[in-house]
């Protein structure tokens, strides 16, 4: 028994990605949108680089 061959690429009926500005890509927006992802990966990045700056601290001051 054969089967059907799949579609290579299903749409769900999302648009296509369009470019942004830098001003727009960078502006603060609450929510689920790219900016708001963008930000969260920036302050995470940030916190961790203060945490693991702290524990280099803490090890070397003992």
Do not use: Y
Not at 10 to 20: I, R
Not at 24 to 38: M, S, V, Y
């Amino acid at each position: 028994m054969s089967q059907p061959d799949a579609p290579a690429a299903v749409d769900l009926g999302s648009p296509a990605a369009e470019p942004v500005s830098r001003e727009e890509l960078n502006r603060w927006k609450r929510g689920f949108t790219p900016q708001a992802e963008i930000w969260n990966g920036r302050l995470a990045m940030v916190g961790l680089s203060v945490a693991i700056l702290v524990i280099v601290l803490l090890r070397l001051a003992s």
